[in-house]
């Protein structure tokens, strides 16, 4: 049987660079080999691509920056998917060719359809959601909006841009404080793995925090902190018939579940399944592939709910795009718990990504 050639992409130019090392790993060390050529294509925080031959020490490493390896291009002028050489920016003789590419990358330019419109142009198929479904998602304002459209419902928010804070401070702080009651949220708009965000329980914290989450955005929200309020969150699969998987809760280790307790400490505690009423858990799964759907979602995502300690309330938090593959994330623990074990999950994501390449091979290009 030919072997599906499959390029893993890690790092990327974001501040959840480290993080995709991490999923990148375990996602590889999942791939069956007999089935699948891999080629491991780590992207520096400067936007270098770089073609790694051995798995084992690529991904060992922290980042990729720190790895000398040999640089290369997709190659999006011609139809014949390949990798180039790119020595000093002089693109050179194709390395080899791919059938589809795995983007195990986080945050901006990984998740936001940027990396997504390359591959549409290089007519590869890839892992995930597309170009429109990727940059809606990475933006939590226009995501809410999406939501919103659809019926799903949410805490309240406010958006503000980085020239509003920095033209006037006290305007925005009584904008802020006008709508809610402390304590509040405070998010970069486009970043993922809860990095920038805070919660603000007063004036000075809400200062703090607004200035944190501008160095990682823009664009910033500030949303009504659901207390008193469960964190759940459902699994996502599939492209035009997307399922749900069994809902997971979360327990923080802190007061959220903010980066460290994702990704470096162990204090915090997943359940799984959530203990929940049935009817709750069948909502949120019905919110979760509305919310996919609402998005034009394929491929995966993970859908992050809030509800209320009597099962009353539930409002949708965020959908990722693509979600974390460590070994402590939730969403291949969520398919594991609904009977897609980790090996299954990953072929399963590859085939959903050549299907859909597949129907999008069909639609006319000419008049």
């Known amino acids: 049987m030919k072997k599906i050639k499959v390029g893993v992409l890690f790092g990327g130019q974001s501040a959840e660079h480290e993080v995709s090392l991490v999923s990148a790993r375990h996602v590889v060390a999942a791939m069956d080999k007999s089935k699948y050529e891999i080629s491991l294509i780590?992207?520096?925080?400067t936007g270098n691509w770089l073609l790694a031959d051995d798995q084992s020490k690529a991904l060992a490493h922290k980042t990729v920056d720190e790895q000398a390896l040999p640089a290369v291009t997709l190659d999006y002028t011609g139809s014949d998917r390949s990798l180039k050489r790119n020595e000093h920016g002089v693109?050179?003789?194709?390395i080899t060719e791919l059938d589809v590419i795995f983007p195990v990358l986080h945050g901006p330019h990984g998740e936001d359809g940027t990396v997504q419109?390359?591959?549409?142009?290089?007519?590869?198929?890839?892992?995930?959601?597309?170009?429109?479904?990727?940059?809606?998602?990475?933006?939590?304002?226009?995501?809410?909006q999406a939501f919103q459209a659809v019926g799903i419902p949410q805490t309240d928010y406010q958006a503000y841009r980085s020239h509003q804070w920095q033209q006037d401070q006290a305007a925005v702080i009584k904008s802020?404080?006008?709508?809610?009651?402390?304590?509040?949220?405070?998010?970069p708009a486009n970043m993922g793995s809860s990095v920038g965000i805070s919660k603000a329980h007063d004036q000075n914290e809400l200062v703090t925090g607004i200035n944190l989450a501008l160095n990682y955005d823009l664009k910033i929200i500030i949303e009504e902190s659901a207390e008193g309020f469960r964190e759940v969150e459902c699994a996502?699969?599939?492209?035009?018939?997307?399922?749900?998987?069994?809902?997971?809760?979360?327990?923080?280790?802190?007061e959220f579940y903010?980066?460290?307790?994702k990704y470096i400490d162990d204090k915090s505690e997943l359940i799984i399944p959530a203990d929940l009423p049935e009817q709750a858990a069948k909502q949120i799964q019905h919110y979760a592939v509305k919310a996919f759907q609402a998005i034009d979602g394929s491929g995966l995502?993970?859908?992050?709910?809030?509800?209320?300690?009597?099962?009353?309330?539930?409002?949708?938090?965020e959908i990722n795009t693509m979600p974390g593959f460590t070994p402590i994330s939730m969403y291949p623990k969520l398919w594991q718990a609904s009977g897609v074990e980790y090996p299954d999950l990953i072929d399963k994501l590859i085939?959903?990504?050549l299907e859909k390449s597949i129907q999008k091979q069909k639609l006319k290009t000419e008049i």
């Open 42 to 45: 780590g992207i520096t925080h």
């Open 91 to 94: 693109i050179s003789e194709a």
């Open 117 to 144: 419109g390359l591959f549409e142009l290089a007519n590869v198929p890839y892992v995930g959601c597309g170009v429109a479904a990727s940059a809606l998602a990475m933006d939590k304002v226009l995501a809410k």
């Open 176 to 187: 802020i404080e006008d709508k809610f009651n402390y304590p509040v949220f405070v998010k």
């Open 236 to 254: 996502v699969l599939g492209n035009e018939n997307a399922k749900a998987s069994v809902v997971g809760e979360i327990i923080p280790g802190k």
């Open 258 to 261: 903010d980066y460290e307790t």
């Open 301 to 317: 995502a993970r859908v992050d709910f809030f509800i209320s300690t009597d099962n009353q309330v539930i409002y949708i938090n």
């Open 351 to 353: 085939s959903l990504g």
